[in-house]
Nanobody
Framework: QEQLIGSGGGLVQAGGSLRLSCTAA????????MGWFRQTPGKEREFLAA?????????YADSVKGRFTISRNDVKNTTVYLQMNSLKTEDAAIYYC????????????????????WGQGIQVTVSS
């Protein structure tokens, strides 16, 4: 069964850092674009960052540009990372990774991209 297994969330003070990870199991996603999203209660899912299958091209939402960095490692099982620095209280949310056979650019531009697989949510709490 194909899965994306997320980890790395937790509680951090504002201004601190966290690194989220999302590791593939059951199949390879080396030819898939990968991305990160977040959601808070009562709000729409928000695109944060996407990375091409090659790892060469990345896209970011304005809300996280300059603070968050997406990267990937496909050496063994595909793992996609989200390094989050200078965290703000408004970054508190449940974070999700996702894989798509579409492109990273499409992930950043369209809410209608079909996603092959979603990771389970990762809770991130930021205290003031």
């Amino acid at each position: 069964q194909e899965q994306l297994i997320g980890s790395g969330g937790g509680l951090v003070q504002a201004g601190g850092s966290l690194r989220l990870s999302c590791t593939a199991a059951g199949r390879t996603f080396s030819s898939f674009a990968m991305g990160w999203f977040r959601q808070t209660p009562g709000k729409e899912r928000e695109f944060l960052a996407a990375i091409s299958w090659s790892g060469i091209t990345t896209y970011y939402a304005d809300s996280v540009k300059g603070r968050f960095t997406i990267s990937r490692n496909d050496v063994k099982n595909t793992t996609v990372y989200l390094q989050m620095n200078s965290l703000k209280t408004e970054d508190a949310a449940i974070y999700y990774c996702a894989a798509t056979a579409s492109t990273a650019q499409a992930m950043s531009q369209s809410p209608n991209v079909p996603y092959t697989t979603w990771g389970q949510g990762i809770q991130v709490t930021v205290s003031s």
